[in-house]
């Protein structure tokens, strides 16, 4: 698929996105990043280290976390994003599940729109998306983690997500999915979901994985926020290993190191095969 300038080939390679929160709040790194002279800091060490996108999002999401308004939202990203677009070669993805932030976004350059509520939320954003031509990444997401056969419903639950993308006219081929970890989830409903992404890969589109430092890891291994990162790593090679597409991460080197190897362990299996 394309995103931006790029082209990426979703059924060879799992990709990782960097985070860059803008965010005096979010659970892991709020505050560290919401200047620009920040922002652009952390960018170029992301590309240094190999990220393929950056996504900049300018309200924490964290469980619990204080909606902002649409305008406080657009001052903290769109400018972020155009210097972005100015400085550096690389695919932006813009965080926002409101149409008017979207919209902000996509005028300072960005190539993708990154929902959280998979555009159940603000339902004139598919139509903003499908005229714009940018690529998304459509995530899970319910108000209540409340199911009967997890799975069964995430996926019908994304087929809703897809409908929607269609009648906005949103192309597939300008699609990624995301199952949602830590959104509308209990502990562990995050864990089966990560163990049975490859169930994703049914619904035809590539799969994005965004575990990065979440609850669900330090709840496993009873650790805070800072000290997540072999079991964000963990994550990422399910990731790989079930045919995402993307990580969505905090630390890009460490995460693009495990992706390298874990896709040499799978490659040179399947010649083991032959």
């Not at 999915?177 to 830590?182: A, E, Q, T």
Request: charged residues 25%; aromatic residues 6%.
């Amino acid at each position: 698929m394309k995103i931006g300038n790029r082209i990426f080939e979703t059924e060879k390679h799992t990709y990782v996105m960097g985070i860059l929160n803008v965010t005096p709040d979010s659970f892991s790194d709020g505050g560290r990043f919401n200047t620009i002279d920040q922002a652009l800091a952390h960018v170029e060490q992301m590309t240094a280290e190999g990220a393929d996108i950056i996504d900049v999002g300018g309200e924490s999401t964290r469980p619990g976390y204080q909606q902002i308004s649409a305008e406080e939202e657009m001052e903290r990203t769109a400018p972020v994003i155009e210097k972005i677009k100015e400085r550096f070669d690389i695919p932006v993805s813009a965080d926002t599940y409101k149409t008017e932030v979207a919209r902000a976004a996509l005028e300072a350059g960005a190539d993708m729109i990154n929902d959280i509520w998979g555009l159940k939320y603000d339902r004139g954003l598919a139509k903003l998306i499908g005229t714009s031509g940018a690529a998304c990444c459509l995530m899970h997401n319910r108000k209540e983690s409340l199911y009967r056969n997890l799975m069964e419903e995430l996926k019908s639950d994304l087929q809703e997500t897809l409908a929607l993308a269609r009648a906005g006219g949103i192309s597939d081929e300008k699609i990624i999915l995301d199952p949602g970890v830590g959104f509308g989830k209990t502990y562990e409903h995050n864990l089966e979901v990560i163990c049975k992404l490859n169930e994703l890969k049914s619904l035809g589109f590539p799969i994005l994985l965004g575990a990065s430092r979440k609850s669900v890891i330090g709840l496993t291994l009873n650790l805070p926020v800072t000290e997540r990162m072999e079991g964000t790593l963990a994550t990422t090679l399910q990731a790989v290993m079930s045919g995402c597409a993307f990580v969505r991460v905090h630390d890009i080197r460490e995460n693009k190191r495990a992706i390298q190897m874990a896709e040499a362990i799978r490659e040179g299996w399947k010649q083991v095969e032959k």
